[in-house]
């Protein structure tokens, strides 16, 4: 059976994961979903990601997680905004804040995959994939 968001997907394998304070978690690998972990990584949210093969062949994402502590995770919440039934689109000028800019709106643009303030900065507006605080 074919799935139709892969990017929810993995956001929600992610916020599960994170809620049982899993060291890592596996993802399907696609240049979307390792670009979404490279602006995650640069932001401070995970460890790390690397590619690696299951016993079938396939690439699969694997994100390693990061807890400041026994207590805490770093990962508060991550909502996905567009979907495949209602893509959300923003100009460069109405990108919104995600709580009052303690977190991030990740945008695909036209510069590639970039944080709201990167946008922000480079005056480009997109469709917003996800919010993570």
Same mark, same amino acid.
């Given at each position: ?14 916020? +599960? ?8 978690? +596996? ?16 932001? *401070?949210?995970? +460890? ?14 694997? $994100? ?47 510069? *590639? $995959? ?8 480079? +005056?480009?507006? *997109? ?7």
């Amino acid at each position: 059976m074919a799935m139709t968001d892969p990017i929810a997907d993995m956001l929600t394998r992610i916020r +599960n994961a994170n809620k049982t304070r899993f060291p890592s978690v +596996n993802v399907r690998s696609s240049q979307m979903n390792m670009n979404i972990a490279k602006v995650m990584k640069k932001c *401070g949210y995970i +460890n790390g990601y690397e590619i690696i093969k299951d016993d079938k062949g396939h690439q699969i994402l694997k $994100i390693a997680l990061k807890y400041p502590d026994a207590k805490r995770r770093v990962i508060t919440d991550i909502k996905r905004v567009s979907k495949p039934g209602r893509r959300v689109y923003v100009a460069s000028d109405k990108i919104p804040k995600t709580l009052n800019g303690y977190g991030i709106s990740i945008i695909s643009t036209s510069r *590639g $995959i970039i944080t709201d303030e990167e946008a922000r900065e480079l +005056n480009v507006g *997109g469709e917003v994939l996800c919010q993570i605080w």
